[in-house]
């Protein structure tokens, strides 16, 4: 059952949350492109991911490269509510993951109130709402994300490690937090069919999940040979090219031949 901040969620606020209401205005525009991710043993689709593309579907750097101290916070509250709208006109019935960045948000419950707005204001479920973070990100304070991941499931929100593998906190961050998704980064799934290495270390993180009841996901995929390794080691969830490419401003559909 979700939890709606309270009053009593943001009584003591931080020093940061002042800064925040008081962030400058972006002065850039964005959209989303929408990503499949599929769960292969029921050939269906499981979430879609919400990437940032610029106005004409210009590439995430693109607006990325504008995003500055000045403006985080304004930017990270501005894709939430952007990604939620673009779902529900979209009329998007599964999961939607959203990539957050932990170095934006200075307390949890204060800065979730735009999410639980823009997802009742558009009839977007929040329990259909998952939260991703880049592992990849040097975050400054890693007890703080730990504790962003843990109020956001409080409020019955999913979560996910993106870039599993590829960044700075890696296994100790996992032993703090168990999100409900892990997403094996694509650099470990490229080409695994033919790499013992890589095919280790991802049977590694398997058992280990399995051990926590985490879900995996591998993306990145585009080949039929990644896709037949991963699934032989017990992956069900998968994201890639071989599937679907981001569709801008769309509901992306699955090509039927990447289900063999």
């Known amino acids: 059952m979700s939890l709606t901040p309270s009053s009593n969620d943001t009584t003591q606020a931080v020093p940061g949350c002042v800064q925040c209401k008081q962030a400058s205005e972006l002065g850039f525009d964005f959209f989303f492109a929408y990503q499949p991710i599929v769960e292969l043993s029921q050939r269906a689709i499981y979430a879609h991911e919400a990437l940032v593309r610029g106005p004409n579907g210009e590439s995430a750097y693109s607006v990325l490269s504008q995003v500055t101290e000045a403006n985080r916070y304004s930017f990270d509250q501005a894709c939430r509510v952007q990604a939620i709208r673009g779902a529900a006109a979209l009329g998007m019935k599964e999961l939607l993951s959203i990539n957050f960045l932990p170095n934006a948000v200075y307390q949890p419950a204060a800065c979730i109130r735009s999410t639980f707005d823009a997802a009742r204001r558009y009839q977007f479920p929040i329990e259909q709402i998952i ?8 975050v400054q304070d890693r007890p703080h994300l730990v504790n962003i991941f843990r109020e956001y499931r409080r409020f019955g929100f999913r979560t996910a490690i993106d870039d599993f593998g590829a960044g700075y906190a890696g296994l100790n961050l996992l032993s703090e937090y168990q999100p409900d998704i892990i997403k094996i980064d694509m650099d470990l799934v490229r080409g695994v069919d033919s790499n013992l290495a890589k ?6 993180i ?6 926590l009841n985490v879900r ?12 037949d390794f991963l699934r032989g080691a017990g992956i ?18 699955v090509d ?3 289900w063999a």
Do not use: H, N, W
């Open 206 to 211: 398997v058992a280990i999940c399995a051990e």
């Open 256 to 258: 039927p031949a990447s």
């Open 199 to 204: 095919q280790a270390i991802i049977k590694g």
């Open 216 to 227: 995996v996901l591998a993306e990145g995929i585009e080949t039929v040979a990644e896709r």
């Open 131 to 138: 939260f991703e973070v880049t592992e990849g990100e040097q």
């Open 236 to 253: 069900d969830l998968m994201q890639g090219y071989l599937f679907c490419r981001p569709a801008f401003r769309a509901i992306g559909v």
